[in-house]
């Protein structure tokens, strides 16, 4: 007797869900927003390694002061300060290189950049461009979560529309986005701006 009580109650439990399930009219919309971020300058890694002294290329020994010394210089007649130098990590040396060290270089413009890529002088080399860009305001994410949810209930609204209904409140959102951190960061993709993409799963009530 018991066990027919139990499955009685589980019978009219699926029902009443089943009920529930039927009656109930919502629409679940992906809204998309989106923000351009500009770079602020250019970064370059520069490379500064001893010299060794070769006959054959006429190149006589040149220490790795006097190489930083006359990168110090060309920046000069470009503008830049010495200071503008950052050094990565220490000077290192092992059994296949010349001592050596790697700084690197902030630029605000593309036309500094190519004139300093443009320096050529033993013991230098260039690598690592990237394009640099200001730490992204927390309040951007918050117009963006606002856009995608507005979105979201336009197409809501037209799909609805096609059904002859209207769309409601909202019955849930989930947010779809990873926040970058609020800092300053570098990309090496070739472009100048960045794009940050937010989305937004909307659950709105469907109305009759």
Partial sequence: MKKLILITLSILLLISV??????????????????????????????????????????????????????????ATIGLPSSGLEEIWPPSRNYNKSPSENY????????????????????????DVSYTFDKVDPSVYDDLALEAIADARRKAKA??????????????????????????YSSSNSSDSKGIAYSVVVTFELLD
């Fill in 104 to 127: 690197c270089i902030y630029l605000k413009d593309k036309e500094t950049a190519r004139k300093v890529m443009d320096i050529q002088q033993e013991g230098l080399s260039f690598s």
């Fill in 18 to 75: 089943v009920n529930s399930q039927s009656t109930e009219k919502f629409i679940r919309i992906l809204g998309n927003a989106k923000h351009v971020v500009n770079s602020n300058g250019i970064k370059l890694k520069a490379t500064l390694q001893e010299v060794a002294p070769n006959e054959y290329r006429k190149v006589r020994y040149i220490s790795l002061d006097e190489v930083r010394e006359n990168l110090n210089k060309e920046l």
């Fill in 159 to 184: 799909l609805a529309k096609e059904i002859g209904k209207s769309v409601g409140e909202i019955l849930n959102l989930e947010d779809q986005s990873k926040v970058e951190s609020a800092r300053s």
